[in-house]
C-alpha cells in the first residue's frame, strides 16, 4: 500500500467511523443537504441511476437507515445473487413502507424491482434472487406512506456476468 | 425447479394463530430471460420474463411486485402476511408475452 493510498484508507475509516457515531443523531435530525449523498453513500453514476431516483423519488432527502440490504461481499455467479431487504419501520394503517425499491447501478436495466406493500404485510422482510452484470453498488430504498425515503447501499463484487 | 413454465409453489408455516405474521415463500417455474444471450445458432434468445406479480388476501391486493428479467430464473420471493383473518392467499404472475399464472394456498388457524 502507498502512502498516498494508506492516508486515504485512514481518512476513510475516520468518516466511516464518524458517520456511525453520528448516525444516531443524524437519523432523527431533519436533512440539510437534500439529495447530496453522505460520506458513506454512493454516487450516482450514470444518468440512468440520475432519472430513476428523479422520475421516482423527485428532489425528496433519501436517508440512510431504517433499511438493511444484505447481500454477499462477493457474487461468484452473477446469474444468481441472494438479496435479504428488511426494515424496522411500522406496518401501520396511517404510517407504513408501500414500496421497496431495488436498484443495481451497473445493470442493464438498473430498477430492477419495485415491491408495492400495504399495512396487511406486516413487516418489511423481503427476499429473492437476482443478476448482475458486474461489480457495482447496490441500492434498496423505501418510501413510505408518508413520502419518507430511507436506503441501505453495499457494494456487491460479481465475479461471473449474470446479465449477459 | 424444472417444471413447466408457471408452475408455482407457495409455502407457508403448518401452524399459524391469528394475527401471526407469517412469512410466505414461493417460486415459479420460468426462464426469466433477458434478451441479452444468444442461443447456440447465434440468434438472439427473446427476452421473456415476468413482470408483475399480485398478492391478494381474501378480497384485498395486499402486495404488487414490478419486476425485470433482472430477477433470476424461476423467480423466488419471499415476503411477510399479518394473518388475521382465515382466507385464501393467491398470488398471479404475468409475464412480457401474456402469461398468467396463478396459485392459491389457504390460511386457517391451528384449533388449540
Same mark, same amino acid.
Given at each position: ?53 428523479? $422520475? ?91 413520502? $419518507? ?16 | ?65 414490478? &419486476? ?24 398471479? &404472475? ?19
Amino acid at each position: 500500500m502507498s502512502s498516498l493510498s494508506r492516508r486515504n484508507f485512514l481518512r476513510a475509516a475516520a468518516l466511516t467511523t464518524g458517520a456511525v457515531l453520528g448516525s444516531g443523531l443524524a437519523a432523527n435530525a431533519e436533512p440539510l443537504l437534500g439529495r447530496q449523498p453522505g460520506p458513506e453513500d454512493p454516487e450516482v453514476p450514470n444518468e440512468e441511476v440520475a432519472r430513476i431516483l428523479r $422520475e421516482r423519488f423527485g428532489d425528496r432527502p433519501i436517508r440512510r437507515g431504517h433499511v438493511s440490504l444484505d447481500m454477499p461481499a462477493v457474487a461468484e455467479d452473477g446469474r444468481v445473487v441472494p438479496v435479504i431487504i428488511e426494515s424496522d419501520l411500522p406496518m401501520a394503517p396511517d404510517a407504513y413502507v408501500k414500496g421497496v425499491h431495488l436498484i443495481v447501478d451497473h445493470n442493464p436495466d438498473a430498477h430492477l424491482a419495485a415491491f408495492h406493500l400495504t399495512p396487511a404485510i406486516g413487516s418489511v422482510a423481503i427476499t429473492t434472487r437476482i443478476k448482475m452484470k458486474r461489480t457495482t453498488w447496490v441500492r434498496a430504498i423505501v418510501e413510505t406512506s408518508r413520502g $419518507e425515503l430511507w436506503a441501505d447501499y453495499t457494494k456487491v463484487l460479481v465475479t461471473l456476468n449474470g446479465c449477459g | 425447479m424444472a417444471g413447466e413454465i408457471g408452475e408455482a409453489r407457495i409455502r407457508i408455516p403448518d401452524q399459524i394463530r391469528k394475527g401471526d405474521v407469517i412469512t410466505v415463500h414461493s417460486i415459479v417455474s420460468h426462464p426469466m430471460d433477458t434478451g441479452f444471450f444468444r442461443n447456440r445458432d447465434g440468434d438472439p434468445i427473446p427476452a421473456y420474463f415476468i413482470k408483475d406479480v399480485v398478492v391478494t388476501y381474501g378480497e384485498s391486493d395486499v402486495a404488487r411486485f414490478e &419486476w425485470t428479467s433482472g430477477i433470476s430464473r424461476d423467480p423466488v420471493v419471499t415476503f411477510t402476511l399479518r394473518a388475521d383473518r382465515e382466507a385464501p392467499l393467491t398470488m398471479v &404472475w404475468t409475464d412480457n408475452k401474456g402469461g398468467v399464472y396463478r396459485q392459491s394456498v389457504h390460511i386457517t388457524f391451528a384449533t388449540a
